[in-house]
């Protein structure tokens, strides 16, 4: 029963596409994020939610939206894809009120390859 | 700017040595200090964190951590490794002022070899 879970987990597209990535967590969470992991394996922050509010929204392209339905759900769209959008994204939930104590438990990434 | 410095790109150890993986954060206050591994393939698993209070923290798997003030420095110790430990391992350090937003260094991938 996997507690954060990413759909789908391999994407390859061509560039100027719009693709989105789903992320779910069933722990009951309140704060959620995604983050992107480089070529080089650095993992940066994009955003982070709580309770469906947007709480981080770092220096990310106006291409990527994060759209947040329900506190268990963090979808996050792409438009128009650039070769450099190329990474795995990951997904990750905590229990906090986004003042930041709580571990942070990561989905298994989503790799997107842009041709 | 908050970064967190792993000067270790790669580390091979045998297995059944001790092992140490560096961390430095620069951050102007007393941060939250994590360490994260990440098996090939899979998502990042908290190993151990650090808060407040005893500076020597225990982890799972084994794992221990010393924060040191005064040297800005987190590293990550086990005794005896085993060949299941091989992955990389992420050295983080959480802004509270920020949400939770955590800064990670650019990871150490540890090599076991029997």
């Known amino acids: 029963d996997t507690a954060v879970s990413q759909t789908p987990k391999y994407l390859v597209t061509q560039m100027g596409n719009d693709k989105s990535i789903k992320c779910e967590q069933n722990?009951?969470?309140?704060?959620m994020y995604w983050y992107k992991q480089d070529s080089k394996k650095f993992l940066k922050i994009m955003f982070s939610?709580?309770?469906?509010?947007?709480?981080i929204n770092e220096t990310v392209p106006n291409r990527f939206s994060p759209k947040s339905p329900d506190k268990a759900h963090l979808n996050l769209h792409i438009n128009s894809l650039e070769l450099g959008d190329s990474a795995v994204y990951f997904c990750a939930s905590s229990q906090d009120d986004g003042g930041g104590t709580g571990e942070l438990f990561f989905g298994e990434g989503s790799r997107l390859t842009v041709l | 700017a908050q970064s967190v410095t792993q000067p270790d790109i790669h580390i091979t150890v045998s297995e059944g040595a001790s092992l140490e993986l560096r961390c430095n954060y620069s951050?102007?206050?007393?941060?939250?200090l994590f360490w994260y591994v990440q098996s090939p393939g899979q998502g990042l698993q908290l190993l151990l964190k650090?808060?407040?209070?005893?500076?020597l923290v225990q982890g799972i798997k084994g794992f221990e951590a010393e924060f040191k003030r005064s040297q800005s420095s987190f590293n990550l110790r086990k005794p005896s490794v085993h060949w299941s430990d091989a992955a990389e391992y992420f050295c983080?350090?959480?802004?509270?002022?920020?949400?939770?937003?955590?800064?990670f260094g650019a990871g150490t991938i540890l090599r076991v070899k029997s």
């Open positions: 983080a350090v959480g802004l509270m002022e920020y949400g939770n937003k955590l800064v």
């Open positions: 951050y102007g206050a007393t941060p939250y």
């Open positions: 939610y709580n309770n469906k509010e947007l709480i």
């Open positions: 650090y808060f407040s209070g005893d500076t």
């Open positions: 722990l009951g969470h309140d704060t």
